[in-house]
């Protein structure tokens, strides 16, 4: 079974607007990530926020972690047409390697 | 650099043939990882190796064995592949268990 969740599956929005994804899992945790995947690409790391930690920045990225709710979310700022991928939370949890959700599919027009 | 090398990029196979998908990182990384990804399913892991001579079990590893054959190396093997092991698999690396993985970019599998 998958540990994190996300929504919504899917997004549109245009160029320089913001986009904010939400992921929610069901276990404690030690760390949560994100991740984004172009198409037919691997996927590349984005951040990762620890379970002591609430909010992370990374450029035009704003990562939160809330442990009681059991949920995280993705704002990307200023979107832009290169940003147009999927994104992906994963949960590592003691035991065991990071378990991934479904992901986001992002399309940002210009 | 390169980093995480899968090969092949791509592979047909008939039900019942078997095939290794091979995987290399120059990273130094401990850790290794073989997940599968399907559409709407997002990646689901099948075997993982925290560090060399260890490997376990994850969400769907039946129907698939795995070798990690030093630190470098982490191969993926169908002993007899059947349509339902059609999917995208991608290897990944990380320096332990609980940092950032890096992932190669996939090899394409089809079993007819």
């Known amino acids: 079974s998958q540990q994190g969740e996300e929504d919504p599956q899917a997004l549109s929005i245009q160029e320089g607007e913001n986009a904010t994804m939400n992921c929610s899992y069901k276990?404690?945790?030690?760390?949560l990530q994100w991740y984004r995947q172009n198409s037919g690409r691997g996927l590349v790391h984005l951040i990762l926020i620890r379970s002591n930690e609430r909010e992370k920045h990374s450029g035009r990225l704003r990562v939160t972690l809330d442990t009681s709710k059991k949920s995280s979310s993705l704002l990307i700022t200023a979107s832009r047409a290169a940003d147009t991928a999927s994104y992906f939370c994963?949960?590592?949890?003691?035991?065991?390697?990071?378990?991934f959700g479904k992901g986001t599919t992002l399309s940002v027009s210009s | 650099n390169a980093g995480v090398t899968q090969t092949p990029k791509f592979q047909v196979l008939k039900t019942g043939q078997s095939m290794t998908l091979q995987c290399a990182q120059d990273m130094n990384h401990n850790s290794m990882y073989w997940y599968r990804q399907d559409p709407g399913m997002g990646l689901r892991l099948i075997y993982y190796s925290a560090s060399e001579g260890t490997t376990d079990k994850g969400e769907v590893p039946n129907g698939y064995n795995v070798s990690r054959l030093n630190k470098r190396e982490f191969s993926l093997r169908l002993e007899s592949a059947a349509p339902s092991q059609t999917s995208v698999y991608f290897c990944?690396?990380?320096?332990?268990?609980?940092?950032?993985?890096?992932f190669g970019n996939g090899t394409r599998l089809t079993v007819t």
């Open positions: 276990t404690s945790i030690n760390n």
């Open positions: 990944a690396s990380s320096a332990r268990r609980d940092t950032p993985l890096h």
């Open positions: 994963a949960t590592d949890k003691s035991g065991t390697a990071l378990i």
